[in-house]
Nanobody, 124 residues
Framework: VQLQASGGGLVQAGGSLRLSCEAS????????MAWFRQAPGKEREFVAA????????DYQDAVKGRFTVSRDNAQKMVNLQMNSLTPEDTATYYC??????????????????WGQGTQVTVSS
């Protein structure tokens, strides 16, 4: 397994969760990483991205100010801190790697390696 996501669960609206993605990749620090999510019956959508150095970040409008993406290249981890969760955030969350060195990249088709997904359920 090259990307292993964890940290999902059931939380009440207004609560927080922290997702983690552990990578078993050579040269992890060479790649921008991202989080996507997919709710039942909906297409997979971009959530947040971080550049290879952890300096630049990008978020979809619906999560700006609530979610924070970070990475630790020494630990080969990328994290997604999610605060003020709403039922609309309910989805399976995936971490992903792109080889594309243009930042940000929001298109799922440009990511070539995906984790297995972790379920986030927010109750009202």
């Amino acid at each position: 397994v090259q990307l292993q996501a964890s940290g999902g669960g059931l939380v009440q609206a207004g609560g927080s969760l922290r997702l983690s993605c552990e990578a078993s990749l050579r040269a992890f620090s060479s790649y921008p990483m991202a989080w996507f999510r997919q709710a039942p019956g909906k297409e997979r959508e971009f959530v947040a991205a971080i550049d290879k150095n952890g300096v630049r970040t990008d978020y979809q409008d619906a999560v700006k100010g609530r979610f924070t993406v970070s990475r630790d290249n020494a630990q080969k981890m990328v994290n997604l801190q999610m605060n003020s969760l709403t039922p609309e955030d309910t989805a399976t969350y995936y971490c992903a790697r792109t080889r594309r060195n243009v930042f940000p990249t929001r298109e799922a088709g440009l990511y070539d390696l995906w984790g297995q997904g972790t379920q986030v359920t927010v109750s009202s």
